[in-house]
């Protein structure tokens, strides 16, 4: 059962569920569908990322991942390309002016060093101003997950410390954030297309035909109350 307000109104979710990560999917056939370039699917798509992550602050979610463009979105066409990356450099420049309102603390995942130095400069300083909040929203940009571990696993070997697997974590991108306790992914896609390998070991998979920029409030109260209605086990069992 999903946990709501005494109105029964408000959803409210506890510590069995703090983190959520989506993978966006579908802005491309949201345009299509209407006729339209794909490029507006990906304008639409970014006003509905800040939408669902102001929502899921509401219910009382802590962390947020988004797979926003992968080391692979590349080999888009270059206009796409370009679209996508200029509208998270307007989010970054956004997110700034508005940090004191929306009160977020900002994560990059993936190599920066691809992006101008000015943009790769303001992602730096958009984690480091707002590190003393508390919603974290991971954004995952020119992200690959076996990229993350093979870069993981150098940096450990290079520090000569213990080969574990609380070690390894800590080399992540993810470092110190709790795995994802609960991953959406939107357009009946069902695979996770090299994101959050090593943290989804145990993570629960919501998949929704839902087109990333149709998502709303609703959606994630779906996905939400699915996942209270499961049993986590770890590998063990439960009840005996
Ligand atoms: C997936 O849909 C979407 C992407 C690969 C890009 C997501 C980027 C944004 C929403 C832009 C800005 C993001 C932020 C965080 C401000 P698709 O193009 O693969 O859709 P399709 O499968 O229908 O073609």
Redesign the pocket.
Known sequence: MALFDKNKTTLRVDERLTHIAFI???????A?KRGLP?EF???E??K???RIVRYCGDIGIKVVT?????TE?WS?PKN?VD??IS??G??IKGAEDELEENKIRYTFLGDKSVFTPEMAERMRRLEEISAHYELRLN?ALNYGSRAEIVRAAAELAASGEPITEETLSSHLYTAGCPDPDLIVRT?N?RRLSNFLLWQAAYSELYFTPT??PDMQPSDVDEAVADFYARERRYGGVVGK
């Open positions: 966006l999917d579908g802005n491309g056939r949201w299509k794909r699917g990906h304008t798509g970014a509905t990322f800040k988004v797979y926003a463009f992968s979105n888009r796409e679209r996508i509208l998270l307007e989010y954004i357009a896609e087109l990333w």
